[in-house]
C-alpha cells in the first residue's frame, strides 16, 4: 500500500460508525503497511503527561500508564514541535518505550528509529503520535507531508473522541443527578417555618455564610431540622442551579464508605462490575451534605480531608487523581470536640469541617414557633391523608406548648400526623377535624387530659370540663415549680423543660403572681 493508499483507508475508517479506540486501532494498522513500525502509540494531552489511548507492539504495562512530559524529553520536543519530528538514531536522549516493546520487553535496546507526530487542532495541542523500530533505518525516506496528513487526520479523531466522551459523562452525570434528586422531589416541608428570635438568628446566619464556599458544620440535637439548614444554604448560595447530594454517614457501611464517596473502578473489589463514580463526583460543582458525619469511619475520614484540603479525589482501585469543585456541608447531633478528644474523630477533619458552625435549636427553645408549626404540620397531614380542614384548638395548642418535645421538630410533626389519620377513622370525610387537647394525650404522655375528672363530693357541685381540668392541672404544675424555685422564672421554666418567655405567658395566662 502506498502512502496516498494509507490515508484514504485512514479517512475512511475514521469516518465509519466504530468507537473511537476500534477507529485509532485501524489507524495504527493503516499507519504499519507504510510505516514498518515495532511499536506505536496515540497518546492524549492531560495536564502536563501524555497518556496513551490505543498502542500497538507496546507492553502492557507501557500501554497503561502515564508519561509525565518533564520525565520524558523527546516527548517533550514533540509536543512543542508543529510538525513531525525524526529523531536520529545516535541521539542521547532516553525514548519512553525502551525495553517495554511487547516481543522485546526488558532489553533495552537504545539504537532504533524514532518518530513522533504533535496532534494539533486549530493549532491547539491534543496530543501525540509516537512510532518506534529497532532497525536504526526502517523510518529512511518517509514522506513528511504524509505524515502531516496523518497527524491531521489522527488529531481530529482525537478532539471527536474527546468531545463524545465529555458529551457522555455530562449525561451520566446528570443522570446520576437525577437519580438522587428523586427523593428530594418527593420531599415536602422544605420552607423554614418559625419567627422566634432563635430561628430569625440562624436565618441571619444562613444568609451570612451562603455567599460563601466555606465548609459549614450544622451542629443540634436530633429532628430540629439539620438537613433543612443545609438545604437553605445552598438555595442561598452561588451554585443554588447545581445538585445538592445528600448522603447519610450513619448508613455507610465500613467496607463501601469509600466507594460510596469517592467512587471505584472495575476490579476494585468483589462486585465492583463496573466502574462507578462517587457522590464527590456526582456532586461536582454542586454541594455535598454529609449527614451525620460524626458516623463516618475513621478509616475514611484521611481521604475526605484531603477532598476538602485539595480538592482532589481517588476512586478505589485508581492509580491518578480527579479534581473536583464541591462544597462540603455536614451535619451532626455528636459532640465532636468530645469525640476528638475520645480519639473517635480526627481533629484536623473536625476543624477542616467546623469552619462556620451553625447551631440548631431545639423546639423547647422556639416556643413562639410551636403553634405555627403545629397548623403547618396539620395542613401537611390534611393533603397527605385526603381529608378536610384539620385545625387546633386552644386546648390543643396550650398541650403542645406544655410538651418539652425531646423529638424536636420531627416528633412534633409524627405526633400531628397520627392524630389526624386516627381521627379520620371518626370524623366523616371532607368534614373539619379539630384537634384538641385530649386527642394529643396519649402521644404527649399527658394521660390526666384524656381520663374523665372525678365529681366533687358535693351534691350540688358541677363536674370540671375538660378545658378546667387541663388548666386545673398546669396552674398546680406551675404553682409547685415556682415555689421550689423561688419565684425565678428561668429555674421553673428549665424544671418543666418549657422556653422561658413561653413560661412566662403560661404564667400570666394562668393569673399567677411572682
Known sequence: MDQLDAVVNISLDLATGLTASDRSQRLLESLRRVIPYDAATVMRLEGDALLPVVSSGLSPAASGKPYPLRDHPRLEIICRSREPVFFPSDTSLPDPFDGQLAHDEGALHRVHACLGCPLLVHGELVGALTADALDPKAFDGIDLRFLTAVAALAAAELRTAQLIAALEHAAEHRGLVVRDLMRDAMMEGSEMIGTSPAIQRLRREIDLVARSDFSVLIHGETGTGKELVARAVHTASARRHEPIIHVNCAALPETLAEAELFGHVRGAFTGATNDRPGKFEVADGGTLFLDEIGELPLTVQPKLLRALQEGEIQRVGADRTLKVNVRVLAATNRDLPAEVAAGRFRADLFHRLNVYPLGVPPLRERGEDIALLGGY??????????????????????????????????????????????????????????????????????????????????????????????????????????????????????????????????????????
Open 377 to 514: 404540620f396539620c395542613d401537611v397531614a390534611r393533603r397527605r391523608v385526603g381529608v378536610g380542614p384539620v385545625r387546633l384548638d386552644r386546648s390543643a395548642v396550650d398541650a403542645l406548648l406544655g410538651y418539652p418535645w425531646p423529638g424536636n421538630v420531627r416528633e412534633l410533626e409524627n405526633v400531628i400526623s397520627r392524630v389526624v389519620l386516627r381521627q379520620t377513622a371518626v370524623v366523616p370525610r371532607g368534614e373539619p377535624i379539630v384537634i384538641s387537647g385530649r386527642h394529643l394525650a396519649t402521644d404527649l404522655g399527658q394521660a390526666d387530659l384524656a381520663a374523665p375528672e372525678r365529681a366533687s363530693s358535693a351534691p350540688s357541685a358541677r363536674p370540671r370540663s375538660l378545658r378546667e381540668s387541663s388548666a386545673a392541672h398546669k396552674r398546680e404544675l406551675v404553682e409547685r415549680a415556682l415555689t421550689e424555685h423561688q419565684g425565678n422564672l428561668a429555674a421553673a421554666a428549665r424544671s418543666l423543660g418549657m422556653d422561658r418567655g413561653n413560661f412566662h405567658r403560661l404564667v400570666k395566662r394562668l393569673g399567677l403572681r411572682v
